[in-house]
């Protein structure tokens, strides 16, 4: 969970007040008793709350909050009590994670009175990138002052580990994507990682040519596995081998245990080490390798470059 929980819920609640004012049939109130203004209101109040979060804007995201409103943090119960404590707090955030990323969900919202409206829903914030999410389900209360909505209560509870999507744990090897060669004296390496539909999966693309052998190409789908609650990929070349590798981090490492089974029968593992050095270059290895209980000799680091783009470019 985030350090400073109080963000998730501020720019959920604006938000579902926007996208549901619109559902009648939820509300306990009629439709003629929330009028047309209050909607265009928290449209702007919604549109106000973004730019001051994205600008990190401590003070004018306090704003939304009444006078004598109420946070209470779901990791420790401590009471947030009031408009400036609120302030001090989204200071604080800001200064710990000035690259934190809000994303929301609204689920239900419901008008008691004109002037009162609870939103239940899911928040999501990312502190920086290619890190996992923290999530949490919230309800929040909102009093219409002065002609004004803001924010009265927020109650929210941290959601648990396995509710985070494939895309939350693949994010981790988001450094990979990209297109990466590599150019030895003896061979050539060239591979493509790109994120399918809805960053289900990592798609892995691979191509090695070496003297006068025939290019050997293949697929790797790197994926989550829900049940194992592990990172999981499925390899299959050109010539008609196919495996399943079980992926676990160590530091800058992914060590990656290969299980293979080759065109003509034979059976084959090995483990796969990929190691980040910066953002434009990692390093490969295969070691522990064997076919039919035969071990072979190590294949030493091999270091991949991503492709320029000016290279990439010219490629098309």
Excluded at 67 to 79: A, K, M
Excluded at 244 to 272: I, P, Y
């Amino acid at each position: 969970m985030v350090s400073r929980a109080v963000l998730p819920a501020i720019l959920l609640t604006l938000c579902g007040l926007m996208a549901c004012a619109d559902e009648a049939t939820e509300n306990e109130v009629t439709e003629n008793e929330v009028t047309a203004n209050d909607v265009q209101q928290i449209e702007t109040e919604v549109a106000a709350y973004v730019e001051a979060f994205n600008a990190k804007d401590a003070a004018a995201l306090a704003q939304h909050w009444s006078e004598t409103g109420v946070y209470v943090r779901p990791d420790d119960g401590t009471r947030l009590l009031g408009r400036e404590a609120i302030q001090k707090e989204f200071a604080a955030t800001f200064a710990d994670q000035p690259a934190a990323i809000l994303k929301v969900k609204v689920e239900t919202i419901r008008f008691v009175t004109p002037d009162v409206a609870i939103e239940e829903g899911r928040a999501e914030v990312t502190s920086a990138p290619d890190t996992i999410p923290s999530r949490t389900d919230y309800t929040a209360v909102h009093v219409k002052r002065d002609g004004k909505w803001q924010i009265d209560s927020i109650r929210e509870t941290d959601l648990p580990e396995d509710i985070r999507s494939a895309a939350d744990h693949l994010n981790e090897l988001a450094w990979l994507v990209g297109d990466w060669s590599d150019q030895s004296a003896d061979a050539t390496l060239e591979t493509s990682v790109t994120w399918t539909k809805n960053k289900a999966f990592l798609s892995y693309t691979f191509k090695v040519a070496t003297g006068n052998v025939d290019e050997l190409e293949g697929t790797q789908v790197v994926g989550w596995d829900p049940v194992a609650k592990t990172i999981r990929s499925w390899m299959f070349d050109s010539e008609g081998g196919f495996g399943e590798g079980v992926w676990s981090h160590d530091g800058d490492r992914w060590v990656v245990k290969f299980h293979q089974v080759l065109a003509d029968g034979s059976t084959a593992s090995s483990t796969n080490v990929y190691t980040y050095v910066d953002a434009d270059s990692f390093t490969w290895q295969s070691i522990g390798r064997e076919v039919d209980g035969e071990f072979l000799p190590n294949v030493d680091p091999v270091t991949l470059v991503r492709k320029p783009t000016a290279e990439l470019s010219a490629a098309e």
